[in-house]
């Protein structure tokens, strides 16, 4: 008997209703074409998130979006904004994992013009403290001109980029009157 129930088991249609598949998770939440805005103690804007499409998955408490465009805000320095392919994090936020593409930008004064801008991949991003890194190639244009490095870390709050090894780049003089 316990032999026909083991094969009559192994032998199920797994198209079935009533089977369900291990590796199938089941998400509570999602969001389609979002944007989230987080705020200080003051009630002015810290940083906000806005993506393509959000889903939660309470197995793990993990959150996957889509296109992720953070904008991370300073009330007396123009803003720095982040954006990749995919994001990674827990649903408090603390910590988003960027992968795939990643371009990092700051703008001027003018808040439309780009002051700098960072090319990598794959980076991990802590909004509260306003500090990012990654260990992957990097580019860096500014207007002194292009730099390559391995790895940064990249204080937003300080306006600071450590460029970790294997630093080099291509300057151009500014011209002269």
Do not use: C
Request: hydrophobic content about 35%.
């Amino acid at each position: 008997m316990a032999a026909l129930t083991a094969w009559k088991l192994l032998n199920e249609d797994p198209a079935r209703p009533g089977r369900t598949d291990p590796n199938r998770r089941t998400a509570n939440y999602f969001m389609e074409e979002f944007t989230l805005t987080l705020m200080d103690q003051k009630g002015l804007p810290l940083y906000r998130l806005a993506g393509t499409h959000m889903v939660h998955y309470p197995d793990n408490d993990t959150v996957e979006v889509t296109a992720p465009h953070a904008v991370f805000y300073r009330q007396d320095t123009p803003h720095w904004e982040v954006v990749a392919e995919q994001g990674l994090t827990n649903s408090q936020g603390d910590e988003i994992y960027l992968l795939g593409e990643v371009v990092i930008r700051q703008f001027g004064a003018d808040a439309k013009t780009n002051k700098m801008k960072i090319f990598t991949q794959d980076m991990r991003v802590e909004p509260w403290a306003k500090y990012a890194e990654t260990n992957q190639p990097i580019t860096l244009l500014n207007s002194f001109g292009k730099t390559h490095a391995i790895g940064a870390q990249v204080y937003l709050k300080e306006e600071r980029i450590e460029l970790l090894s294997q630093v080099r780049g291509d300057y151009e003089p500014t011209p002269r009157p």
